[in-house]
Nanobody, 125 residues
Framework: QVQLVESGGGLVQAGGSLRLSCAASGRTSSMNTWGWFRQVPGKEREFVASITWNSVITNYADSVKGRFTISRDNAKNTVYLQMTSLRPEDTAVYFC??????????????????WGQGTQVTVSS
């Protein structure tokens, strides 16, 4: 079992930056892909970015390419999402997730086995 705790969310003006962190504990060695998703009320949870455990493969949603960067520090068991040039449409609750499967392409929530509680990101115009 893996436990995930997100942090770093908050309120930022459009054009600003935030860095989200996801601290993992438990059987983290059993997880091969780490991802970030986001969700706004009334909508489905959507994929943002993912990274394999060895950082060899990263994937991004088209809406965040060039603005967001996912990274992983295995020594700290932490996954990061650096968000720049933020837009009001980036406002959502952001969730960290971990999957046992080694995922090479874009991913769906159903492929993930463990989830954090989420952190709110609000971008004002």
């Amino acid at each position: 079992q893996v436990q995930l705790v997100e942090s770093g969310g908050g309120l930022v003006q459009a054009g600003g930056s935030l860095r989200l962190s996801c601290a993992a504990s438990g059987r983290t060695s059993s997880m091969n892909t780490w991802g970030w998703f986001r969700q706004v009320p009334g909508k489905e949870r959507e994929f943002v970015a993912s990274i394999t455990w060895n950082s060899v493969i990263t994937n991004y949603a088209d809406s965040v390419k060039g603005r967001f960067t996912i990274s992983r520090d295995n020594a700290k068991n932490t996954v990061y999402l650096q968000m720049t040039s933020l837009r009001p449409e980036d406002t959502a609750v952001y969730f960290c997730a971990a999957a046992r499967t080694y995922i090479r392409g874009t991913t769906t929530p159903a492929q993930y086995n463990s989830w954090g509680q989420g952190t709110q990101v609000t971008v004002s115009s």
